[in-house]
């Protein structure tokens, strides 16, 4: 149940990137809203960005959280391996799209679901994601429901969509947000690149996981004033110092795939075992999905949910926003073996 108006309260979220293994995002956001919680901005990679823009989307609209669920849902997954001209030849089709193309398949299904359901909610482009907030230490060019990171291979960077837009020659106001999204999530090699062309030439966008697969400190403050409002993390991982499961890889192809998953999975691994990035993070273990299983099937996605909304409920049960306050912003440090926080209280919302 949706608590009354006065009884909301804030918090940022930035979502973990993770290819199919998104579905468990939703069951995350979800039960976070169900228990008080709006989200002012949303930050997401890959996965991550799709969840975070309909996140964003919704909110923007006065439409409640928990459609999310519904929402991605909707998404059939085989559709992600859609394949056009010389890729739909027998036997060699894929070996040749990803020679012309840079990518297996086309990702141009996400763009268009994306398209619709976001046009649904009445956004088209960043524009319609404005978020006037004098109160933040954000600059004015910041001021955006929504930011979604891509890997350009092209200026060797991390891209953050709208707000580095401007210095690839783009007005954000214009920029769609669906195409940004199909960039943050376009799996190098399994996926075509989106191309930017920019006054100093085409840029080259890929999966924003390659480099920052879950920008957890984006929107914290750099003016030295405490947060008004936390912000919360959604990882696709269990909490750090659980014992991994040990997975067979065999053959050329396995070992690839292997090093995709290995790279977008662990790739802020040391930046997320800092214990204020812990006690401020849901982690939701997704062991044995692989981010590219586009064949993953009902009973999968569901468990993928409950997992998820698993993992928020105990977050919940042990978030203390006045000791997170005095521990990670201007107090007592948090111990570098603990991250244990006390029950939930009262905070300043």
């Not at 060019?141 to 092209?154: C, F, G, H, I, N």
Request: with cysteine.
């Amino acid at each position: 149940m949706t608590p009354p108006p006065d009884q909301v309260r804030r918090a940022d979220l930035v979502l973990e990137g993770g290819g199919v293994k998104g579905v468990a995002l939703a069951g995350a956001v979800v039960e976070l809203a169900r228990n008080g919680y709006a989200f002012p901005r949303v930050a997401g990679s890959s996965a991550g960005a799709v969840a975070g823009c309909l996140v964003a989307a919704l909110q923007a609209a006065g439409e409640p959280v928990a459609r999310l669920e519904d929402v991605l849902r909707a998404v059939d997954l085989r559709r992600f391996r859609d394949v056009s001209g010389i890729g739909r030849l027998p036997l060699v089709g894929r070996g040749l799209a990803l020679l012309a193309h840079d990518g297996l398949y086309d990702g141009r299904y996400l763009e268009r679901f994306l398209t619709g359901a976001l046009g649904e909610l009445g956004v088209r482009t960043f524009g319609d994601l404005r978020l006037p907030d004098p109160g933040t230490s954000l600059s004015p060019a910041q001021s955006s429901r929504l930011v979604v990171t891509a890997s350009d291979l092209s200026r060797r960077r991390l891209a953050r969509l709208p707000w580095d837009l401007p210095s690839y020659g783009v007005d954000p106001d214009d920029y769609p947000v669906a195409r940004a999204v199909r960039a943050s999530s376009a799996i190098p090699f399994f996926f075509r690149p989106v191309v930017q062309p920019t006054p100093d030439g085409d840029a080259t966008w890929v999966d924003g996981g390659l480099l920052s697969n879950f920008p957890v400190d984006l929107f914290d403050r750099t003016d030295g004033a405490p947060p008004r409002w936390p912000t919360f993390g959604v990882r696709l991982t269990a909490r750090p110092g659980t014992p991994p499961a040990t997975h067979p890889v065999h053959g050329p192809f396995g070992i690839g795939l292997a090093a995709l998953d290995t790279l977008l999975t662990d790739q802020d691994a040391a930046h997320v075992e800092d214990p204020c990035t812990v006690v401020r993070t849901v982690f939701v273990p997704t062991d044995g999905v692989s981010a590219v299983d586009f064949g993953l099937d009902d009973a999968a996605q569901d468990a993928l949910s409950a997992a998820g909304t698993a993992a928020a409920r105990s977050f919940l049960a042990g978030w203390d926003w006045p000791s997170y306050l005095r521990q990670c912003r201007g107090g007592t440090p948090l111990p570098v073996a603990s991250s244990r926080v006390a029950p939930d209280q009262p905070g300043l919302w």
